[in-house]
């Protein structure tokens, strides 16, 4: 895993190193997403007050869930319009001329999600490799309460790419578009044997599957390049363009930051993955094992 200022990751020693960078803006995107139980469970709630609880010193909290996701939109973390996401990231102070380092409580899954969102409107940034967790098995410094931003001015502007909604999945499996579906869920959900928080248990006909957890170590950092191209080979010899979903656009977001790591840049995210995609019945769907 690098730690120059170029690479997607950064470990928590190097930023710490960092700390005296005047431009440093390190923004906490946890939000509460717990595991259901029972099908439909669908709980979420912000990941503010565990941010006040104990965060890195000086942290932000991006909220993923509200001021930075389209609440008119039929499913959850939407990706809002230009407007609405320049207004939420000028709030934090998020600009080109800042240096953004994204973590979160959990499991990488929404720093990767901020990270991506961040890409799609041509700003680098960078994820804290096995995030707060990392951070605090190193013996680093916390800090309590609430932080102020100092908003900033920029006019961002949506790049090409990276993004692909409802229609351009159905356009994929009506062959009109060509592109390799997969799903960033585990095996369980990807079947269907598993309680699932959506409307129906399985996938999009048609996926490949390559559960995100798989490009992480124990310690939830993402491996090692060699490692990640061995799981992640299926996708690497695709010829087409990558689709990624999952259940929200979180764990696919992990999925396209590993495929970032080992070289791979026609990535696309499907943002309303299967809450959206589930959601209606006329749309396909199958369970078991992806073929071998």
């Not at 730690?3 to 005296?20: C, D, E, M, V, Y």
């Not at 990558?242 to 070289?263: F, M, P, R």
């Amino acid at each position: 895993m690098s730690n120059t200022a170029n690479s997607p990751l950064i470990s928590p020693q190097a930023l710490h190193a960092a700390f005296n960078d005047p431009d440093l803006l390190i923004i906490d995107a946890t939000v509460e997403l717990p595991a259901p139980r029972f099908d439909g469970d669908y709980q979420v709630r912000s990941g503010r007050d565990g941010w006040l609880q104990a965060h890195i010193p000086g942290a932000l909290h991006a909220d993923l869930y509200g001021a930075l996701a389209d609440q008119q939109a039929s499913f959850s973390f939407a990706l809002p319009g230009i407007e609405q996401l320049a207004d939420g990231l000028t709030q934090l102070g998020i600009s080109p001329q800042r240096r953004v380092v994204i973590y979160d409580r959990n499991d990488g899954f929404w720093a990767a999600r901020l990270w991506w969102m961040l890409r799609s409107v041509g700003l680098h940034s960078q994820v804290l490799d096995g995030g707060f967790r990392a951070w605090q098995r190193a013996g680093l410094p916390e800090q309590t309460g609430a932080q102020a931003a100092q908003p900033s001015q920029w006019l961002p502007a949506f790049v090409e790419g990276l993004w692909i909604d409802r229609a351009g999945v159905e356009a994929v499996l009506a062959g009109e578009r060509s592109a390799t579906l997969v799903c960033a869920l585990s095996a369980g959900l990807f079947e269907g044997s598993a309680v699932t928080r959506y409307a129906r248990r399985g996938h999009i006909p048609g996926s490949l599957n390559v559960p995100a957890r798989s490009v992480l170590d124990e310690h939830g950092r993402y491996l090692e390049p060699k490692a990640l191209r061995e799981v992640l080979a299926p996708l690497l010899q695709a010829t087409a363009p990558v689709v990624v979903y999952c259940g929200g656009g979180i764990s696919a977001a992990a999925q396209a930051l590993a495929l970032t790591l080992v070289g791979r840049s026609d990535v696309f995210i499907y943002d309303g993955s299967l809450q959206e995609w589930a959601a209606d019945p006329r749309l396909p769907m199958t369970t078991g094992a992806a073929p071998a």
